[in-house]
């Protein structure tokens, strides 16, 4: 079975960096065709693609967030972090992290976490 | 880059069909045959229901169905049922080797 969690702070200051862990089991993303995805969706609007990181390593950004916006993996672990520097309330959000296919359901999100909640405010 | 559009509600009684339209752009859906769809309810977490356009993850009501026209995509329900009732996204993958989602339609079962 497949399961993907988020986890982090619940509210942090505008100007600073945001942590976010996505902690999974029933795969592995050192198995080719395997990525993770990072979604957020801020209360009452819609889903916003953020960052995808592949079994390769390879990273790809959202082109209006790629300044800000760090994704990594520990394989042995089994975890994915992606970091957003310079909060502003409108960062404002519920992120998610989902598993993204490549040799299968291409660049579809199959499974998803249940999602965290972030409020950016002083 | 702007959202995929999407209309902002449809709405149906049970048993009728809808169809929900996400148009993009040469770059996004009309480039590739790599659009997904996913059904909200509120409070929860998106869930598969298309991918690569046309293809039902297992598990998912064969009453769902999807497909694409130049850069147009379209997902249908059929025998709209009262647990249909949710925000529905289409996503695509694009030229800038992004992801990007539609704005999000609302679907009311009457």
């Known amino acids: 079975q497949v399961t993907l969690r988020e986890s982090g702070p619940a509210l942090v200051k505008p100007t600073q960096t945001l942590t976010l862990t996505c902690t999974f089991s029933?795969?592995?993303?050192?198995?080719?065709?395997?990525?993770v995805s990072w979604i957020r969706q801020p209360p009452g609007k819609a889903l916003e693609w953020l960052a995808l990181?592949?079994?390769?390593?390879?990273?790809y950004y959202t082109i209006s967030l790629k300044t800000r916006l760090t994704i990594s993996k520990d394989t042995s672990k089994n975890q994915v972090v992606l970091t957003m520097t310079n909060m502003d309330p409108v960062d404002t959000a519920t992120y998610y992290c989902?598993?993204?296919?490549?040799?299968?359901?291409?660049?579809?999100?199959?499974?998803w976490g249940q999602g965290t909640t972030v409020t950016v405010s002083s | 880059q702007s959202a995929l559009t999407q209309p902002a509600s449809v709405s149906g009684s049970p048993g009728q069909s809808i169809t929900i339209s996400c148009t993009g752009t040469?770059?996004?859906?009309?480039?590739?045959?790599?659009v997904s769809w996913y059904q909200q309810h509120p409070g929860k977490a998106p869930k598969l229901m298309i991918y690569?356009?046309?293809n039902r993850p297992s598990g998912v009501s064969n009453r769902f169905s999807g497909s694409k026209s130049g850069n147009t995509a379209s997902l249908s329900i059929s025998g709209l049922q009262a647990e249909d009732e949710a925000d529905y996204y289409c996503?695509?993958?694009?030229?800038?080797?992004?992801?990007?989602f539609g704005g999000g339609t609302k679907l009311t079962v009457l």
């Open positions: 990181i592949n079994w390769d390593d390879d990273k």
């Open positions: 029933g795969f592995s993303l050192s198995t080719s065709g395997m990525c």
């Open positions: 040469s770059s996004d859906v009309g480039g590739y045959n790599y």
């Open positions: 690569e356009v046309s």
């Open positions: 989902a598993r993204t296919g490549y040799y299968s359901y291409y660049y579809a999100m199959d499974v």
């Open positions: 996503c695509s993958y694009t030229s800038t080797s992004n992801l990007l």
